[in-house]
């Protein structure tokens, strides 16, 4: 996956730096939808001259360049999810948790709300809300 966003972003004509390969490598391998500051506090031990700023500006291009979806809710930071296939998001309501989920079948419902509607519909997304299964243990 690394490779491929790297090339993306040689083809962009954006220089690969160290920080910005470390920012691109950790939402890569993280699956819990960081916010910028989680990033930051992530690599601030092996970027120490880095800043929020850094990190921000970095996940703006990422964004701009579409290989990285912000996901914003309005009362909290947003958070930075890597994506390459279209998929939803399951949240705890207890501990802030999303977990990606697959859902074949949704595809069409973009030209079938258009359709309806007469929007021209961009995208997209689903979010379901609930409590994940280490909540309900503590709970139980």
Request: charged share 30%; aromatic share 10%.
């Amino acid at each position: 996956m690394i490779k491929g966003a790297v090339e993306k972003l040689k083809a962009s004509d954006i220089r690969i730096t160290p920080q910005r390969n470390a920012i691109l490598e950790y939402l890569i391998e993280s699956h819990s939808h960081p916010t910028a500051d989680e990033i930051y506090r992530a690599l601030e031990d092996r970027f120490p001259n880095m800043s929020v700023a850094t990190v921000y500006n970095n996940l703006r291009l990422f964004t701009e360049i579409g290989f990285v979806k912000e996901m914003s809710y309005g009362d909290a930071s947003s958070r930075f999810d890597f994506t390459q296939t279209k998929h939803y998001h399951a949240i705890c309501t207890k501990c802030g948790k999303i977990i990606d989920t697959f859902y074949p079948g949704l595809e069409d419902v973009e030209a079938a709300t258009e359709k309806l509607t007469g929007f021209k519909i961009a995208e997209h997304r689903l979010e379901l809300y609930g409590i994940c299964p280490e909540c309900q243990e503590k709970e139980a």
